[in-house]
């Protein structure tokens, strides 16, 4: 990496980290992340729009390459919109969540892929490594610090819909200890987060039905952070992906909208389903 660049990207790259993860930031300047002290991670994979320097744009799978499996392109201003929201709820509860956001672009390496998906260089191996070797301690972190039960909120873009929001659980799968402990409500119900969003007048697919029923569409049916970090897994917490169309954060004005909403629905959320009874 030239030099000249080590400056810039470390100055912007972590909020608020223990020793052991600002020693790892040091290794990686390519991660937005703050540590919480609320029950929520928020991640988002592919908001990032830096190159890794000496890396090539991705190839992808041969037989991915024009069968549309295989996406290079960002995900617009999701990065903006994970980060906004998580100002606003340390703003509305006067507390931070947890955040993990990659600053690079798609074209060199995908967090939302399993490794040997993901990179085609070593440099980009090392970025992906610390995207979910930061993920995975703030998860571990979560489960010890909040029994009650946490949340991972993965943030994405989607074209299909500019007005809709899409749920991506593996039909329930990922939130499997969530519904377990209070019911369906906890996924669809007016303090959940896409119940939230729906009193809002927010088109959200499927609609807020008990998980399966319809089943989630298949392209935004919770991807690889979802399925190693959620509830169904050992060592996880409940997650949730939110594919947000173009008319949620394409415009600033309405990502900020967007944001505080957001925000609002992780307060309800936290209140009625991550925070301890007496």
């Known amino acids: 990496m030239p030099t000249s660049l080590i400056p810039?990207?470390?100055a912007c790259t972590v909020l608020a980290l223990s020793p052991a993860s600002a020693a790892a930031a040091q290794t990686n300047e390519f991660l937005q992340v703050q540590r919480g002290e609320l029950p929520v991670i928020i991640t988002a994979p592919h908001g990032g729009s830096l190159p890794i320097p000496g890396v090539p744009k991705r190839l992808g799978p041969e037989g991915e390459r024009t069968s549309g499996k295989f996406v290079t392109s960002q995900d617009t201003r999701t990065f903006e919109l994970a980060t906004t929201t998580a100002k606003r709820v340390e703003e509305l509860t006067g507390k931070k969540p947890y955040l993990v956001a990659s600053k690079a672009h798609?074209?060199?390496v995908d967090p939302n892929r399993p490794e040997k998906e993901a990179v085609e260089h070593p440099n980009a191996q090392a970025v992906h490594a610390a995207f979910h070797g930061q993920v995975r301690e703030f998860?571990?972190?979560?489960?010890?610090?909040?029994?009650?039960?946490?949340?991972?909120?993965?943030?994405h873009g989607q074209a299909?819909?500019?007005n809709t929001i899409y749920r991506g659980t593996q039909n329930g799968t990922t939130v499997m200890k969530m519904v377990?402990?209070?019911?369906?409500?906890?996924?669809?119900g007016e303090n959940s987060i896409l119940g939230y969003l729906a009193v809002k007048g927010?088109?959200?697919?499927?609609?807020?039905t008990p998980p399966g029923t319809p089943p989630e569409t298949r392209a935004f049916g919770g991807g690889y952070i979802v399925r190693s970090y959620g509830s169904?897994?050992?060592n996880g917490v409940d997650a949730i992906q939110l594919e947000f169309g173009g008319a949620f954060r394409m415009d600033a004005k309405k990502r900020e909208e967007t944001a505080r909403w957001l925000a609002e629905a992780i307060k309800a959320c936290t209140e009625k389903y991550l925070?301890?009874?007496p």
């Open 160 to 162: 299909a819909s500019t």
């Open 232 to 234: 169904h897994t050992t």
């Open 106 to 108: 798609r074209q060199y």
């Open 275 to 277: 925070t301890p009874k």
């Open 8 to 10: 810039r990207l470390i």
């Open 180 to 188: 377990e402990k209070h019911g369906a409500s906890a996924l669809t």
């Open 139 to 155: 998860v571990d972190e979560l489960r010890k610090k909040f029994p009650a039960g946490a949340l991972l909120l993965d943030i």
């Open 202 to 208: 927010i088109k959200i697919e499927p609609p807020n």
